[in-house]
């Protein structure tokens, strides 16, 4: 089986990113072949400052590789280092209809509350749609917010396997586990355009300072409690082991604490599950043209995949000879 993944550099990775989704696209690096990519043509339709985008692509390959990323076991490139996905773009874009895109969300959700949408946004789904099809991929692990566009990249694939033979392989989506609640310190669900986020490599100090922050209820000291419901308690249980775990929730159903015992404790629990994480991402940072090295390598293999399935779709439209 083949996996791909591709993830925009548009800023650093926060607690949200790793449990929601960037855990799980690393779980799956051991499969038969797996593409990993940093989507930097996506981003241009937000980031517009090129030092920022840059740099931002640039982390986002650390983070990635210091998160467990394996350059021996999955292919990692920078997405504008195969331009073989761009022009199958083209080939794609030249058969989809406008009616297709002006049903995708997020092109719809921005029309809709009055914004701007580039033909970049527009056109998005078949830049997407190129991604995934260039390299034959089975599988595309996504959130619920992406599957229409593993929808569209199939409708695409079909409507050209049927003008012109059997040429694309029809991807599947894979369904991220999102029952990790992964709420922001405004007690609101993590996100970036939230401006709530606690970011997985920033320093220790800062982030112990944005846990402390951290929105919570005015319920009495003594008062019980329940786990369940609580966002603190959420978080902790992403971090802790099974006994920390249960000693936590009985803590809470007793009542007799204050938040800040929680969060103190959930602190040292996220300082601790990244900690080893953190050491590798400075140890990387130190060696530059390593990751050089690694994204090229990544990026060659892509090529070669990616050259011969574009290859196959110019035979089958003719624009090059079989």
Sequence with gaps: MRVLSGIQPTGRFHWGNY????????????????????????????VRDKEQLWQNT?????????????????NLFVQSDVPEVSELCWVLMTGTSMGLLERCHAYKDKVSRGLSAGAGLFTYPVLMAADILAY???????????????????DLAQSF????????????AKMLDTSAKVVGT???????SYDNTIEIFEPAKQMRKKIMRIVTDSRPMEAPKDPATDHLFQLFQLFAGDEA?????????????????VKKALADAADEYFGEVRAKREEL????????????????AARQQAGAVLRRAQEACGLKRA
Aim: proline share 3%; no cysteine; aromatic share 8%.
């Design 285 to 300: 940072a130190a060696q530059p043209e390593k990751v050089r090295e690694i994204l090229g390598d990544g990026a060659a």
């Design 58 to 74: 640039m982390d986002a390959a650390l983070d990635l590789l210091a998160l467990g990323l394996d350059p021996n076991q999955a």
């Design 161 to 172: 396997n049927h003008q012109y033979g059997e040429v694309f392989v029809l991807p599947q």
């Design 19 to 46: 449990f929601g989704a960037i855990r799980q696209y690393i779980d799956l690096q051991n499969e038969e072949a797996s593409y990993y990519f940093i989507a930097n043509l996506h981003a241009l339709t937000t």
């Design 186 to 192: 405004d007690g609101e669900k993590m996100s970036k």
């Design 136 to 154: 034959d991929a089975n599988i595309v692990p996504v959130g619920s917010d992406q599957v229409q566009h593993i929808e569209v990249t199939r």
């Design 245 to 261: 775990k249960a000693e936590m929730a009985a803590m809470y159903r007793k009542g007799g604490f204050g938040y800040g015992t």
